[in-house]
């Protein structure tokens, strides 16, 4: 706690610092941002590890309604984000970023302090909302702060650290977890939050927005219950059925929230999301081949876990120090492609880093029972630098197909975009895994114990084919990202406003 405190601090005074020289700072805005996008990331995933030990403390099976704790943070942040996205755009981007930091930090107090479970849920969901009023501008104040000669850099660097906040989560959830209590990964947060909440004052120039836009009530209500049922089918369609009533109720449900939203929008002077724009080359495509490396890319870390704790009878923590260097390549690649677009490489660096990706994919596919451990890491590195090198061009084209005024909004659909992703990934990963065999294989490994393929030599072979399955299927989506990728066409940017010269100059 001392050290998160004395880093917050020397952060606090290095931004501070920062301020005082430039008015503002483009990297002290920067830094700010990515420290609630750092918080915000690494709250999606911190809580998993400690699953068990909240089970226990509240008296309740691991599965069930202890899910809750997790899910309920990540559907609120995918039922709100685009609707926050467009109150930055008209109240201002900076007023939102802290309103989402403040709320933040009180749902992690609230869910440190919860006496019951559904206390904590609730605190998590609050905490899901300021996560969501963090994210929905977070891309937008980067555009804004940096010149276009600098945004790919700067994105590239935003996208190593949402890399680091995945990545770090098990990690830290674990050993705070283990050395202070479950209570503490909410703790950690509240006095990064006040710092951060100090600082904010110092760094932002707080714009005034686009006032004289209506915000579309009626759009944010449809799309956040379309939304909304949309992950929560995804996130329990393995757990309780594809077929089950629930999920069906559910994802009908989403479907026709979000087919209400679709027509409301088209009617509307000034909608929540311009479905022209949406559906455009400008647009679409780089949001359409963002989707497909989520859809392909996050598979691997659902998939994974499984063949080499399972299959491979790894420990957690070996198994998960086997997995870091996708992280590791995608940090070490993303702010180089990021310079690399800034100098006009941007057309080539999405399709080359997709067709990385989709053929190491393709590699990982043939790995079996026996496969060093190095070739593993191999083909995970390689998937990182593919992710690396197509993330800071293609967020860029997404920030730049839209007008200044707009993007946040721009910022808000990738966030959308990523957190559907995620769920649809794994749901179709899951699928594909569970129907093939692979997770009945996987659960008669671990009963049987070291012995369990000698006694059941099949068990292997099913759990191989099932996995290998769902790799190539991740494999292709990755090509299809690159040929979506390559689709698109070169453009002029949408012409800045003056506030952006400015903000730039």
Do not use: C
Not at 30 to 44: C, R
Not at 328 to 351: C, E, K
């Amino acid at each position: 706690m001392t050290a998160t405190t004395t880093m917050g601090r020397s952060l606090a005074r290095r931004i501070v610092g920062a301020r005082a020289t430039e008015a503002p700072s483009k990297w002290a805005i920067f830094g700010l941002v990515s420290v609630g996008t750092f918080m915000t990331t690494l709250d999606a995933s911190i809580v998993n590890i400690a699953l068990p030990s909240i089970a226990h403390a509240f008296g309740t099976p691991v599965s069930g309604p202890i899910e809750w704790v997790v899910i309920g943070y990540l559907v609120a942040i995918a039922a709100t984000l685009l609707s926050f996205a467009r109150l930055a755009d008209i109240m201002g981007r900076e007023r939102v970023w802290i309103a989402g930091l403040a709320l933040f930090t009180v749902g992690s107090a609230l869910s440190g302090l919860a006496p019951t479970l559904a206390l904590l849920v609730a605190a998590r969901g609050l905490q899901g909302l300021g996560a969501a009023l963090i994210f929905a501008p977070a891309l937008a104040l980067i555009v804004d702060a940096f010149p276009r000669s600098q945004r790919g850099q700067a994105l590239g660097m935003n996208a190593l650290i949402v890399s680091l906040g995945v990545t770090a989560g098990p990690t830290l959830g674990g050993l705070i977890t283990e050395s202070l209590g479950w209570r503490w990964i909410f703790f950690v947060n509240v006095p990064l939050g006040l710092i951060g909440l100090l600082v904010a004052s110092r760094v932002f120039t707080f714009s005034g927005g686009a006032r004289a836009r209506r915000f579309d009530l009626r759009g944010a209500v449809a799309f956040g219950i379309g939304l909304a049922g949309l992950s929560l089918g995804l996130s329990f369609g393995s757990e309780w059925g594809w077929t089950s009533p629930a999920i069906v109720l559910t994802l009908a449900m989403a479907l026709v929230a979000l087919g209400t939203a679709i027509f409301i929008e088209r009617g509307r002077r000034d909608p929540l999301v311009d479905l022209g724009q949406l559906v455009s080359r400008r647009l679409g495509l780089p949001l359409a081949s963002f989707l497909f490396s989520i859809l392909a890319l996050f598979a691997v870390s659902f998939l994974l876990p499984f063949y080499l704790e399972e299959l491979r009878g790894l420990t957690p923590l070996a198994a998960g120090l086997l997995l870091t260097p996708y992280s590791i390549g995608l940090a070490a690649a993303a702010p180089i492609s990021g310079r690399l677009a800034d100098r006009g490489h941007a057309r080539w660096l999405g399709p080359v880093g997709l067709g990385l990706a989709a053929g190491s994919l393709g590699l990982l596919a043939q790995i079996g029972v026996s496969t060093p451990p190095t070739e593993i890491v191999l083909w995970l590195a390689v998937s990182g630098i593919g992710q690396g090198l197509f993330l800071s061009p293609n967020t860029s084209a997404v920030m730049s197909a839209v007008p200044a005024d707009q993007s946040g909004t721009a910022s808000g659909l990738i966030a959308t975009t990523r957190v559907v992703g995620q769920a649809l990934s794994v749901a179709i990963a899951g699928a594909i895994f569970v129907g093939l065999g692979g997770a009945a294989a996987g659960a008669g490994l671990v009963a049987g114990g070291p012995s369990a393929s000698a006694t059941d030599p099949a068990l292997d072979g099913t759990f191989v084919a099932a996995m290998h399955a769902a790799l190539l299927v991740s494999g292709l989506l990755a090509a299809a990202g690159a040929v979506t990728s390559l689709a698109r066409t070169r453009q002029r940017p949408v012409v800045e406003t003056s506030r952006q010269q400015v903000a730039n100059s």
